[in-house]
Every structure is written in C-alpha cells, then in structure tokens.
C-alpha cells in the first residue's frame, strides 16, 4: 500500500507529466503530434529524502508526492488454492488405419493435350 510522504497539494493538469526527481516534483509537457519537444520545470519543492532501491516515488490524484514499496526481483505471487479446476486426462484418439494407395495413372501415347514429340520440318 502507497504512504503519503509530503503534502503538496498541486493541481493535476492533463496537458504535463509530473515525477519527482531529486525529492523535489517536477512536469514535463506531454508530447502532442507536430509539437517541439516541451521543457521540463519544478512545480514544487517537496523536500523528499528519497530511497531509490526501496520505493517508488509519484505524484499521487491528491497532489501529493507518495511512495511504495518496490518488488525486486519480480517477487513470487502465492497459488491460490482450488481456482482452477483439476485437468481431465486427455484421451487419445483412435487410431487411423493408414490409407490406401492408389493405382499409378497410365500414361497416354497421344491426344491433343500432350505435348508433341515429333520434329518440326
């Protein structure tokens, strides 16, 4: 769970991007389509001793710069027990019989759709 750690009480506006940087807030215009590239500015000097390896540090919906607990590592989530309905046991299919080979096509001496083999004179 979050824990509130410096009470700002800045208005969030939807056109920045706000982080902390340094124990202090900051914002940075959101990039728009055909748009220079916006400065970032401190908003806010929040005064935060910050602990980079532990927390996350944000600027919460109240204005209010807080922090939570990293998961390092990818933490292990626990099984829940009896979700997941147990797995049937998969029946094989029956067997094919292989199949039958066909007869060869003979092979024509002739007709109008054969190439043909005499020579042109």
Known sequence: MAEKIAK?????????MYYIKGG?????????????????AKVAAAGVEMDY??????????G???????????SKRKKSAGKSAPKKAAKKPAAKKPAAKKAAAKKSSGGKKGAKKGKKR
């Open 24 to 40: 202090d807030v900051w914002a940075t215009p959101r990039k728009k389509p055909g748009q220079p590239k916006g400065k970032a």
């Open 8 to 16: 700002t009480g800045i208005k969030r506006d939807n056109d920045l």
């Open 64 to 74: 209010d710069v807080a922090r939570q607990a990293r998961q390092v590592g990818g």
């Open 53 to 62: 390896s532990k927390f996350l540090y944000y600027l919460d919906s109240d």
